[in-house]
């Protein structure tokens, strides 16, 4: 599967920006995907990810009540609602998919990977 992820800009803390993820091939729902990011200097890290299906989702403690991960695999793509964005969640954001059903929270258990689309809140 390919990944090509947008949505990503500039925005002031307290907003809210919604990324996409579209993914290519009649498989789409087969994957488990996630949502990571990459702040300069900084490791990758988990944001959020969801099952094949939908029906259970999962978030970084850092995000959960602000981030809604959500898919729509009619349509290939992922989402990643982000509200009352504060500049500490800026980073570049990727999409990844897994080759299960089932999300796992770690970045080498997701084989394929989106380009990132960046995300800056500013103060």
């Known amino acids: 599967v390919q990944l090509q992820a947008s949505g990503g800009g500039l925005v002031q803390a307290g907003g809210s920006l919604r990324l996409s993820c579209a993914g290519s091939?009649?498989?789409?729902?087969?994957?488990?995907m996630g949502w990571f990011r990459q702040a300069p200097g900084k490791e990758r890290e988990f944001v959020a990810a969801?099952?094949?299906?939908?029906?259970?989702?999962y978030y970084a403690d850092s995000v959960k009540g602000r981030f809604t991960i959500s898919r729509d695999n009619a349509k290939n793509t992922l989402y990643l609602q982000m509200n009352n964005l504060r500049p500490e969640d800026t980073a570049v954001y990727c999409c990844?998919?897994?080759?299960?059903?089932?999300?796992?929270?770690?970045?080498?258990?997701?084989?394929?990977w989106g380009q990132g689309t960046q995300v800056t809140v500013s103060s």
């Open positions: 091939g009649r498989t789409f729902s087969s994957y488990a």
């Open positions: 990844a998919a897994r080759d299960s059903g089932s999300y796992s929270l770690e970045v080498a258990e997701y084989a394929h």
């Open positions: 969801i099952r094949w299906s939908g029906e259970d989702t």
